[in-house]
């Protein structure tokens, strides 16, 4: 899959490392969506190094629903 190929080609670079990654899975509010546990297997995220802190919200740009969620785990680690 190339978004996968090129994720994990972005996040080898020695400039982003330690760099957090929250990824929003936008249109949760539709049926047939794919989950943020679907969407980090397709991504193949587990594979990742325990250095990189990533998370995957699913949200709604729609509705605003998962948002702020996601922008406080990021606050939240990048404070950490």
Same mark, same amino acid.
């Given at each position: ?9 972005? *996040?080898?670079?020695?400039?982003? !490392? ?13 049926? =047939?969506? $794919? ?9 193949? *995220?587990?594979?990742?190094?325990? !250095? ?13 629903? =998962?948002? $702020? ?12």
């Amino acid at each position: 899959m190339t978004c996968r190929y090129e994720l994990h080609n972005l *996040l080898k670079e020695e400039r982003l !490392s330690g760099a957090s990654l929250l990824t929003f899975a936008n249109k949760q509010d539709i049926q =047939g969506a $794919l989950s943020p546990d679907e969407i980090a297997k397709v991504l193949n *995220l587990e594979a990742m190094d325990n !250095s990189r802190h990533w998370r995957i919200v699913g949200c709604s740009a729609y509705t605003g629903d =998962g948002l $702020l969620e996601g922008f406080d785990w990021l606050v939240q680690d990048v404070a950490s």
